[in-house]
C-alpha cells in the first residue's frame, strides 16, 4: 500500500487536504498520457486516494468509504499477484473504476470494478462477497467473471459460454456490460506487453464483439477509443501509416474548415440562434472501414468536411437544418432524419449532406444538447447526467429492449455459439424503416426481408408466415425491404418455418426462432422412427415395447445417461444407437441367444418407408430411390437413416458394416414427389431442350435442375433431375421422351 493510500485511511476516508500524486486515467475517448497507446507499463499510476476523492466529487461520503472497503478487500485478495507489465495486480481494477467513475456510476458499480476479477482470479467465492458487501455487488461481479470450472471442447466455445453468461446477467443488471466495457477498455489500453497471436486475438474479439456493443448501447465514446485501439493492435502497420495521412492532411484541410465554420456562425448569428459549431474529424477505424469496403482511396475518404451544429431545442434544430440548406445547396436524398425516427440504440440527430464551397461534400449534424450527451454516453448518461432526461430514459429503453430480445434468442438457441453467431448479425443495425398495415412503424437492419418482419413483430407470426404483400401487392418472402414500404405478413393455422428461409434472412431473432423449431421438429420425428425401429427389433427378439416392465426400461436409460425415454428414442432414431443391440440389452439376450430368438421368430418385417418421415429419413442422391424400386436402408449417425437402392455401387462399399443395414420396403399406398435422374442423349439441334422439357411436363413431371454436356458438335447429352411419383410415372416419362423425334436414348442414372 502507497504512502498516500496510507495516509487516506489513517484520516478515515473524511474529507481532507492531501496531495494528488499519480497522474489521471484518461475518460473514455480521450489521449492517453499516463498509458500510452500499447506501452504495457504506465508511466506513473492512479492511485486509490485518487480515485476517492474522484468520487467524493458526486456520490455521499459513507458510499465512498464503502468503496474503499471493497478496494482494501480487493488488494489482500490480489496480493502477489503481477500483470505482465509487471506492475501489482490492484492497479488494472483502479484503473476500471476511474473509467466508470468519470461516467459518474454508482458507488455498486466502481466496488464491483474494483473486485471485478477476484472471483475468477483468486480463491473469494461469490457467497463471500455476498456477506461482505451485498447481493447486488456480488451479482456485478459474478456477471462480469468467467466461467473457469467448466471443461469445453474448444477455445472458441468456451469463449462464447463466457459471453452468454455475460449477456444473461446484463438481462438482469446493465451495470454488468458497463463494467465489461470499462475492464476491455484498460485491457486494450494496456495491450502491448502481450504476445503478438494474443494481441491480435483480443484485438478482433474487442472489434467483433465490444466495440459493437458499446455502440448498441449508444457508449460512442468508448466505441470509438475501443475501435482505434483495436485497429492498432490488429493493423500496426496500416494504422500507423493512416495516422500519418490524416496528420499531413490535417494541415492541408485548416483553411477550407475554418472557412465553413466561420459562414456557418455567421449564418447562425443573422438569425438570432445561439448554437455550438464544431468540426468533426473521423477516427482512423471508420477510415480504414471506408477504404476497404468501398475500395476507395485516402483522398476520397477524407475530402469530406463533418460539422456538428448543438443547439438548445428540437425545433431550433429543423430551424437551423433550413438555414444550413439556404446556406449551401443540399445533396438529393442524403437527408436523414434520426430525431423523428431513433436509431436502435437512442441516438438523435438530423444529418443531412451539402455542396460546400469549392465543390467539397459537407457533412452536417444538428442535435440538442441532451442529444449531443446521449450520442456520446449512451446508456450511461442515466448516471452520468442525472437530470431525468428523456433522451437518457430513450437509450435506456431501447437498450433494454435489445437485451429483452437476446433473452428469447438465447432460449431458442442450441448452444453458445450458436447464440454468440446471433447476436454478432444483431450488433450491426444499419437501420431500414417499414410500416405495418396499422402505420405503426418497424425498425429492422438492412437487407432484412418480410420473414425478419414477421417474427419482428411476433414469433408466432413468423412461424406461420406464409406470404406477404409489400405495398399491398404479393411479393416473394426473401424480398428485400426499403425504407417507407408497408409490409403485410400473410399467415396460416398450419403453416411451420422453412429450412430455406436461414438463406435469406438476416436478423439474429429470425434466425434462432427457425433453428429450434427445426430442431423440435427434428426430435419429433427422430423420437418417432425410432419407436418403430425400436418395435421392430423388439419384435424379432419376441417382444415388444408394450411388453417390457417400465422399470427395465427406466434403469438401462439411466445407465445411458439419459433424461427420458425420448432421449433414447431420439439416439436410435438418428443413428447413433443401434436398434437391435438397445433391443438385446432391454430384453437381456446375448448375441448368440439374440440370433437364436431372430431364428426362431422368423425374419420381422421389413422397416415401411412412407416418405413422410421427415429429415430423418432421407434418399441418398447417389441413386436416387423411388417407390417400386428394391431398397436398404443405411443408418447414419447423426442423420438417421438414408436409404439407397439394392444396385447402388454404394451398397457395396457398405457391407463391411452390416450391423447399419435395414430391410426397408416401400409404404403400399404410398404418395408424393421423388427426384430421379434422367440422362437424354440428343441430336444438337435449336429447341431441342424445349422440346424435351414440355414433353416432361405434360407427363405430369415437374424438372428441379438441368446440366447440359456437349458431346461432339452432332449430339449433346443432357442431364434431367425431375420429380416423379413412383417407376410407372418415371417408365411413362421415358417413354415419352424415346418418341421425339430429336432423342437418341434415354437412360435412368443409377449412381
Request: charged fraction near 30%; include cysteine.
Amino acid at each position: 500500500m502507497s504512502s498516500e493510500d496510507a495516509r487516506w485511511r489513517r484520516d478515515g476516508g473524511t474529507r481532507r487536504r492531501w496531495r494528488v500524486r499519480g497522474t489521471r486515467i484518461p475518460l473514455p475517448g480521450q489521449a492517453t498520457v499516463a498509458e500510452p497507446q500499447h506501452s504495457g507499463i504506465p508511466e506513473q499510476r492512479f492511485l486509490i486516494s485518487d480515485l476517492c476523492r474522484l468520487l467524493e466529487g458526486y456520490l455521499p461520503e459513507e458510499q465512498v468509504r464503502e468503496v474503499y472497503r471493497a478496494y482494501l478487500f480487493g488488494a489482500e485478495a490480489h496480493e502477489g499477484q503481477h500483470r505482465l507489465s509487471g506492475e501489482p495486480y490492484i492497479y488494472h481494477p483502479i484503473a476500471v473504476a476511474r473509467i466508470l467513475a468519470g461516467m459518474r456510476m454508482d458507488h455498486q458499480s466502481i466496488m464491483a470494478a474494483i473486485l471485478h476479477d477476484v472471483i475468477e482470479d483468486t480463491p473469494t467465492a461469490k457467497d463471500q462477497l455476498e456477506k461482505l458487501f451485498g447481493q447486488e455487488v456480488a451479482d456485478l461481479v459474478d456477471g462480469v467473471s468467467k466461467l473457469t470450472q467448466i471443461q469445453f471442447e474448444s477455445k472458441a466455445e468456451a469463449q462464447a459460454e463466457n459471453f452468454r453468461k455475460m449477456m444473461l446477467a446484463m438481462v438482469k443488471d446493465i451495470r454488468v456490460i458497463v463494467i465489461k466495457l470499462a475492464d476491455r477498455l484498460h485491457n486494450m489500453r494496456t495491450l502491448g506487453v502481450m504476445r503478438p497471436d494474443k494481441r491480435r486475438r483480443i484485438a478482433r474479439e474487442t472489434l467483433e464483439i465490444y466495440a459493437p456493443i458499446a455502440n448498441r448501447l449508444g457508449m460512442n465514446a468508448i466505441r470509438l477509443e475501443l475501435e482505434d485501439l483495436g485497429f492498432a493492435a490488429l493493423h500496426p502497420m496500416r494504422s500507423r501509416v493512416l495516422a500519418e495521412a490524416v496528420k499531413r492532411a490535417r494541415g492541408n484541410r485548416k483553411e477550407i474548415l475554418n472557412k465553413i465554420e466561420t459562414a456557418i456562425r455567421e449564418r447562425l448569428l443573422q438569425e438570432q440562434i445561439e448554437g455550438e459549431v464544431k468540426s468533426r474529424e473521423k477516427h482512423l477505424y471508420s477510415l480504414y472501414l471506408k477504404m476497404r469496403n468501398k475500395g476507395l482511396s485516402f483522398s476520397e475518404v477524407s475530402d469530406v468536411y463533418a460539422f456538428r451544429v448543438i443547439v438548445d431545442s428540437v425545433d431550433t434544430c429543423y430551424r437551423v437544418l433550413g438555414i444550413m440548406h439556404n446556406l449551401y445547396k443540399p445533396v438529393p436524398g442524403k437527408f436523414k432524419d434520426y430525431i423523428a425516427i431513433p436509431k436502435a440504440n437512442g441516438y438523435q440527430s438530423l444529418h443531412t449532406v451539402l455542396f460546400g464551397p469549392f465543390g467539397v461534400p459537407i457533412e452536417v449534424q444538428i442535435r440538442t444538447r441532451d442529444m449531443d450527451r446521449v450520442a456520446e454516453a449512451g446508456i450511461a448518461a442515466h448516471w452520468l447526467y442525472k437530470s431525468g432526461e428523456s433522451g437518457a430514459a430513450s437509450a435506456q429503453a431501447r437498450a433494454r429492449e435489445w437485451l429483452r430480445e437476446l433473452l428469447e434468442m438465447q432460449k431458442s438457441a442450441g448452444d453458445s455459439l450458436e447464440f454468440l453467431e446471433n447476436v454478432k448479425i444483431d450488433l450491426f443495425p444499419d437501420e431500414v424503416y417499414v410500416f405495418t398495415p396499422r402505420g405503426e412503424i418497424m425498425e429492422l437492419p438492412r437487407g432484412a426481408t418480410p420473414v425478419d418482419f414477421a417474427y419482428a413483430v411476433h414469433t408466432e407470426v413468423g412461424n406461420t408466415c406464409i406470404a406477404a404483400k409489400i405495398d399491398r401487392r404479393l411479393a416473394p418472402l426473401r424480398t428485400p425491404l426499403l425504407n417507407g414500404q408497408t409490409v403485410e405478413i400473410i399467415t396460416a393455422p398450419g403453416a411451420h418455418p422453412n429450412p430455406a428461409w436461414l438463406n435469406f434472412v438476416v436478423t439474429g431473432k429470425a434466425r434462432a426462432n427457425i433453428r429450434h423449431h427445426l430442431k423440435n421438429l427434428r426430435r419429433e420425428e427422430a423420437v418417432g422412427l425410432g419407436q418403430r425401429l425400436l418395435d421392430k427389433a423388439l419384435a424379432g427378439l419376441g417382444s415388444s415395447l408394450e411388453a417390457l416392465e417400465p422399470g427395465r426400461i427406466e434403469d438401462f436409460v439411466s445407465d445411458c445417461g439419459l433424461a427420458g425415454i425420448d432421449d433414447l428414442l431420439e439416439d436410435i432414431g438418428l443413428g447413433n444407437r443401434m436398434p437391435l443391440l438397445v433391443a438385446r440389452q432391454l430384453v437381456g439376450s446375448s448375441e448368440e441367444e439374440g440370433a437364436v430368438q431372430e431364428a426362431a421368430g422368423g425374419a420381422s418385417r421389413p422397416l415401411a418407408i412412407k416418405g413422410t418421415e421427415g429429415m430423418v429419413v432421407s434418399f441418398a442422391k447417389c441413386c436416387r430411390p423411388i417407390p417400386g424400386d428394391q431398397i436398404v436402408g443405411f443408418v447414419s449417425a447423426g442423420r438417421g437413416i438414408v436409404i439407397h437402392r439394392q444396385e447402388c455401387r454404394n451398397v457395396a462399399d457398405f457391407r463391411s458394416q452390416p450391423e447399419k443395414w435395414l430391410d426397408v420396403e416401400w409404404e403400399p399406398d404410398i404418395e408424393g414427389d421423388f427426384a430421379a435422374e434422367l440422362r437424354v442423349e440428343v441430336a444438337n439441334q435449336r429447341g431441342v431442350l424445349a422440346t424435351v422439357a414440355a414433353a416432361i411436363a405434360d407427363e405430369g413431371s415437374n424438372i428441379e435442375n438441368v446440366d447440359i454436356e456437349e458431346r461432339d458438335g452432332m449430339n449433346t447429352s443432357i442431364l434431367f433431375t425431375l420429380t416423379v411419383r413412383d417407376r410407372r410415372h418415371l417408365a411413362q416419362v421415358m417413354r415419352r421422351i424415346r418418341h421425339l423425334p430429336l432423342v437418341l436414348r434415354v437412360t435412368r442414372v443409377k449412381s
